[in-house]
């Protein structure tokens, strides 16, 4: 797509400016994260230097997610399908489509897809 760069693999990031996520886009990630190590595709709405971190995220069943934390509150709500989020030290939360979740920073977490795709907006601060 002429309105990303490529910054690895399954990564692009959106060039500077408004950015739209269509259709397009998903069907453009649904195209490559199958193919993908990870089995995972995202798209940065933000720049590198960017305080607040937006993504697109395109999950397959078994992609590879680590439990990890993160310095700052991440964000996440259900476009399509469903997933699980593990905790180190709490239940897990289920969540579909249409739902949110909001993770404090330090939070040790795991996204796991139960459905065939799961697709995310995501936000990091």
Known sequence: MKDLIEVGPGVWRAKPGVVAWTRAHIAFLEERAFDTPKLRARILAHQEEDR??????????????????????ESAYVIFGN???????????????????????????????????????????
């Open 52 to 73: 607040l971190h937006e993504m697109l995220i395109y999950f397959c069943r078994g992609s590879e997610n680590p439990m990890h934390a993160h310095d700052g509150p």
């Open 83 to 125: 997933l699980w989020i593990e905790f180190a030290d709490r239940p897990s939360i289920h969540l579909g489509k249409g739902e949110f979740l909001r993770i404090p920073a330090g939070i040790m977490h795991q996204p796991m897809p139960v459905t065939d795709t799961c697709i995310i907006e995501t936000v990091l601060r």
